[in-house]
């Protein structure tokens, strides 16, 4: 059963009300896309598939140069992981040096690093494509799942791990516990309606987003919804046929907000979409597709001079910061409330 988020007509375009933008942060010239934005105590750290950045006064400054392409990144307790396509990287923030982190069994050159994260207890988790997942065990990477083709994977707030691969997506509710399967036959596992999961994309209130290659699943929150998540809420694409999902956000007040391929889209606050609020889903007991026409495009952000790809909200500091490769913007969620025509 799939619910369809469509792009409406072009009439519904929110119109930005008019205010002064805050200053943005330009990057250096030529930069690569975002893969995370990073912040610990009052550093904030910018990570590219190229450099790591750091905010210093109104710039990024390049602190370090990967030879390898970046492809995630983790905040570690004294700097940064980074995780390439030849293999994992502790940086050193203050000295500004990089040294690898071997693997077990796996040559350095070979390590194509798809996922790294620490859980609630601090622990790493390293997902690499080709020789499945490590988990950290009293300073130790040992092996957790052997299965080879690994695309993502992250850490929730509810202790859980979720790891994605061309199989399906395995999910354990805390660091102790048995892995439970999600995947498209759903024979003695949860069931999804594809198997190739490309991404796992968080968002601030709790809910992880996975983009497969036929379809986009909503895990939400704990609480929202019943524990077996039977009737998981499910989007065919965001906007049109074959748009890429790349970043989504939570900005209390307006909505969900999705960075795509094709622009910014918005699915606007409501009583069903209520941070801490199930989010729509499909009738129970039929296979009728249900067309609605819930996303709203936006227009660019007030002073941006390109789209952006990353999206993070502070929910402390009620920011939303949006990144993409020459620029980083900030808007406050009232900001964003006037931008979206709210």
Known sequence: MLLLLLLPGGHHLAQAAPASPRPRYLL???GAPPVALLRTGPATYLVTQRAV???DGSRFVAIYESVAPIQCAALADTGL????RQGLLKLDVRRQLARPRPLPEVPAATADIRAVFRDLGGALWVGVFGAGVFHEVRGQLMRELSTPAISAGLATADSSIWIGTNIGLSRKRTPRAEWTRYNEEGVANQEIPDNLIEKLLPDNAGNVWAVMSDAICVFEATGQ?????AELPTAKFLGQPGNELLSVAFVPGAGRLFATAQGLLLLPVTPATKA???LPAPEASTDRVQPQRLLRPLPPPPGATAPPRLLWFDNQRRQLWLVSAAEVGVLSAKEVRAWAGF
């Open 276 to 278: 801490g609020a199930p």
């Open 81 to 84: 992981w980074l995780g390439t």
């Open 53 to 55: 950045l750091r905010l």
């Open 225 to 229: 919804r019943g524990a077996t998540e």
């Open 28 to 30: 250096p010239p030529g």
